[in-house]
């Protein structure tokens, strides 16, 4: 009998061995197998921002030892996709290349040059689905679109039924011959001169491994979830977002593992169900993405392409550095940039502050959001850029502008979440560490504040900066 011949397996966004429906075929298939991973930022839509380099970088080693332990390599390949994927084809006498699909546009027309290639060496190519609960193209309205309302899109999902269950990890790989690799370091994907990676090195444990970790740890105390995910001062999160970015999870892991929980512990299901919400809202902006690939420059609703933004230079740098004056404003920026990730409710907070209080575009936010997170996801970012400026799909409206002191007051109470990323608040009392301006002197002074000089004044005052909003919004609904 013949022997099975090589099949490579393309790795993208899909850094895992379990519930990975190519890699799963190609074992199946009883012969060698060998992983390939292209770092191909020429038909990338946008690269990859510094924090989310990083992320890679950790993801890729946790990766290679997976694979290692296996029995499989993981080659490691710089340049544009098709020649490469057609190089491992050639340099492994594959007979076939297989993947998970995408469904974004660049990765599609990544695809159409990584087939045309294989075909002209005679190598056949298949594609599996494995990055979404469901297909876009299994979820449209009568006209043939995506859904750009969330609860009949979550309902529609919901709907359909349970994803298929999670596939197994393959427990042994037939090591195909050994190829050339990149060192992951010529890559240059980690920040050296400065290194300000620290944070990120203190926060966060890339890999499948320590994704599967995150979520056994998360359902086991995912009680009061719907509550206290709106508290940035506790541990109310699933810090998963990271993870499913890079696809060291799946989405379809986390349903059913969800699922089983709730099925195990009927008390926590409307906790559960919360949280699967959020998982849905991922999946919304995914779809979103299929069908308006420039998402991230382009206002959904045109009628924002009249908006008059401001260009101002200096509070947009206050915004990113966290000195604005807005103490629930600074430790977020102050969060997202030690830790690579900052609070969901403290995301919509700074972002209304900047689009609204200061009327920068909000694209502005988007790109430090995207060079500055680990989970910038090339549809979340944008979709909820745009549902906070009012452009986008099922967007707030346009009058909804956070104030930054009571979002304060009611989500971090104590003042706790402040006091750990603006120290020099820390010794005001609660009632004033989200107003440290209405303190008396002899407070901000027991406090070793001095406004102006240890902490800045507010850069713009709320009232004003509502109210000009407002007549900005306006403008755009009366043309």
């Not at 990766?63 to 492994?92: P, Y």
Request: glycine share 6%.
């Amino acid at each position: 009998m013949t022997s099975p011949r090589t099949i490579v397996v393309w790795l993208r966004d899909d850094l895992r061995l379990s519930d990975h429906p190519a890699l799963h075929a190609a074992a199946k298939a009883g012969g060698p197998v060998v992983c390939v991973y292209v770092f191909d930022e020429a038909s990338a839509a946008r690269p990859l921002g510094g924090a989310a380099r990083w992320w890679l970088a950790q993801s890729l080693r946790a990766l290679q030892e997976s694979l290692q332990s296996a029995g499989a390599q993981l080659v490691l390949r710089k340049g544009e996709a098709a020649q490469a994927i057609a190089a491992v084809a050639r340099e492994s006498d594959a007979a076939a290349v297989y993947w998970n699909d995408i469904a974004q546009a660049p990765h599609r027309a990544a695809v159409d040059r990584v087939k045309a290639a294989l075909g002209e060496i005679g190598v056949a190519a298949q594609s599996f689905a494995g990055d979404l609960l469901l297909s876009p193209e299994n979820i449209r309205n009568k006209e043939n679109r995506g859904l750009r309302v969330f609860t009949p899109f979550w309902r529609r999902v919901q709907a359909l039924g349970d994803p298929p269950a999670p596939l197994p990890a393959p427990k042994k790989l037939v090591a195909g011959p050994r190829l050339s690799s990149d060192a992951l370091e010529s890559w240059q994907l980690e920040p050296t001169r400065p290194d300000w990676a620290g944070g990120l090195r203190e926060s966060w444990t890339p890999g499948e491994a320590a994704a599967q970790q995150r979520l056994r740890a998360f359902l086991d105390d995912v009680a009061g979830y719907a509550s206290e995910r709106d508290r940035p001062d506790r541990e109310g999160t699933s810090r998963l977002s990271p993870h499913l970015r890079f696809g060291e999870i799946s989405p379809r892991q986390v349903w059913h593992a969800a699922r089983f929980a709730a099925a195990e512990h009927p008390r926590r299901a409307a906790d559960i169900d919360k949280f699967l919400s959020e998982l849905g809202w991922r999946e919304f902006c995914r779809h979103l993405l299929y069908d308006v690939p420039d998402l991230a420059g382009r206002n959904l609703q045109s009628s924002f392409d009249a908006f008059p933004w401001k260009r101002d230079n200096k509070a947009l740098r206050a915004w990113q550095r966290g000195q604005t004056g807005y103490p629930i404003v600074d430790a977020g920026m102050r969060e997202l940039w030690h830790t690579g990730v900052m609070h969901n409710r403290v995301r919509m907070v700074v972002a209304s502050f900047l689009v609204k209080h200061l009327l920068i575009d909000w694209r502005d936010g988007e790109k430090w959001f995207w060079d500055t997170l680990v989970d910038a996801d090339a549809g979340s970012n944008p979709a909820n850029w745009q549902w906070v400026a009012g452009s986008g799909a099922d967007a707030a409206p346009y009058f909804r502008v956070f104030n930054p002191i009571l979002q304060g007051e009611k989500f971090d109470p104590d003042g706790n979440y402040v006091r750990r990323w603006v120290p020099e608040l820390a010794r005001l009392p609660d009632k004033m560490i989200h107003q440290p301006w209405e303190a008396t002197p002899l407070e901000l002074a027991a406090a070793g504040v001095e406004l102006g000089k240890s902490y800045p004044h507010p850069i713009i005052d709320h009232k004003a900066g509502r109210e000009r909003a407002l007549k900005a919004y306006a403008s755009i609904r009366n043309d």
